[in-house]
């Protein structure tokens, strides 16, 4: 759990250093497609739910913290390989980061605006993107052979 311990840390590091260093609404253009922006969404992806009147920050709370649970649980148990592990690992890391803003200050903080011709794809941090890389992990790991040749995992359970 070391690793999920570092990637949250990481991602609120990156989440503090953008709340206090850029003001709330404002942008700074990077390049041509990408600005560094500080908002705050207080519903899901793309934001979804945002405007539900405040019922959804504790319902997607609970939802974060149920599955990084679960998640730590079947990784405890054994995984079929390092892939699913380093997987779960990533999702269990960026649910706890959007998790842990979500009780420090009722909402996520967005900070990376791709955009290319007035087109903007909607904010995300690096919580949402260790949770996207994983679930893509996790779909290749489902492709690849069972590591029957040794356990991975602190639980051994097959």
């Known amino acids: 759990m070391g690793a999920t311990a570092l990637l949250l840390s990481l991602d609120q ?10 003001p709330r609404g404002e942008v700074m253009a990077i390049s041509a ?9 207080p ?8 405007d539900a009147g405040g ?21 405890w148990r054994g995984v079929r390989s390092r892939l699913e592990s380093a997987a ?26 791709l955009h290319w011709r007035g087109m903007h794809w909607p904010a995300f941090n690096l919580a949402d993107i260790f ?9 290749l790991a489902s492709f690849g052979p069972r590591d029957d040749s040794r356990e991975v995992g602190r639980g051994g359970a097959p």
């Open 43 to 50: 519903g899901a992806s793309f934001s979804f739910l945002a």
């Open 33 to 41: 497609w990408f600005n560094l922006v500080h908002v705050l969404n």
């Open 88 to 113: 779960y690992v990533g999702l269990i890391g960026g649910a706890l980061g959007n998790v842990a803003d979500r009780l420090r200050i009722g909402a996520v903080v967005d900070y990376l605006d």
């Open 55 to 75: 019922w959804q920050r504790h319902a997607l709370t609970a939802v974060g913290a149920l599955v990084s649970v679960a998640l730590a649980v079947l990784l």
């Open 13 to 22: 590091f990156v989440k503090w250093v953008i709340a206090t260093s850029l």
């Open 131 to 139: 949770i996207v890389g994983s679930a893509a992990l996790l779909m």
